[in-house]
């Protein structure tokens, strides 16, 4: 069955490191998105692709980045971790076609200490 | 002011009730509107799809949109234990520039709604 995965899905990290969260899917989506999840926040966009070379900004991007290759994966980097960017993460990708489903991963559990 | 608002309870009630949750939102570009569940430690499922304003109804779910008040809701009828989870609302635009922006989602706070038998 086509899926979508996240890894690693838990992690604990130091201040100032460099953080790379994966997400690979396997419905030939062209759109991926990254999320992350808050109390009181609900989900936030970080970062968006539409296909092979287009990535775009969401409402909460600074300190993280994303590059896509592939139609089958989007990492996403935290450039230099900070206590702020603990949270759950979560990858989602769609068809790009209003009614289609859009599946979110299972989450990446990112704590930094 | 975010762009969607809900009340994220806690929200208890016994097995067969009907439950009714709830958001507003202040884009009027908005939509599509959906309800999406989340057990936890799990992703968000899709639960509801709905474009534009009326009701959607499947099984004990039914979806209600009403445009001119920007105010959606979900009703859950005969709720069970199985229907623990926290419910999001989730609202998307029409296509962008770019492409489209479907799947560009402006989620609420999401509901935690406990069913105890």
């Known amino acids: 069955d086509a899926e979508i995965t996240q890894s690693p899905r838990h992690k604990i990290t130091e201040t100032g490191r460099q953080v790379t969260l994966a997400c690979h899917q396997t419905?030939?989506?062209?759109?991926m998105f990254w999320y992350r999840q808050d109390l009181g926040h609900g989900l936030r966009l970080i970062h968006y692709?539409?296909?092979?070379?287009?990535?775009n900004k969401g409402e909460v991007s600074d300190g993280y980045s994303v590059s896509r290759s592939n139609t089958e994966d989007l990492p996403l980097t935290l450039e230099s971790a900070a206590s702020s960017q603990t949270s759950v993460y979560f990858c989602?990708?769609?068809?790009?076609?209003?009614?289609?489903?859009?599946?979110f991963g299972e989450g990446s559990w990112l704590t930094v200490v | 002011q975010k762009e969607v608002e809900q009340d994220p309870g806690p929200l208890s009630v016994p097995e067969g009730a009907i439950v009714s949750l709830n958001c507003t939102y202040s884009?009027?570009?908005?939509?599509?509107f959906m309800w999406y569940r989340q057990y936890s430690r799990k992703g968000p499922e899709l639960l509801m799809y709905t474009y534009s304003s009326g009701n959607k109804e499947d099984g004990r779910f039914t979806a209600q949109v009403d445009k001119s008040s920007k105010y959606i809701s979900l009703f859950i009828r005969d709720s069970q234990p199985s229907d623990s989870a926290t419910y999001l609302c989730a609202m998307s635009s029409r296509a962008d520039a770019g492409g489209t922006s479907y799947g560009k989602l402006t989620f609420g706070q999401g509901t935690i709604l406990t069913v105890h038998p």
């Open positions: 692709s539409y296909g092979v070379q287009d990535t």
């Open positions: 989602a990708s769609s068809v790009g076609t209003p009614g289609n489903t859009i599946y």
């Open positions: 419905w030939n989506h062209n759109n």
């Open positions: 884009n009027s570009a908005f939509q599509y």
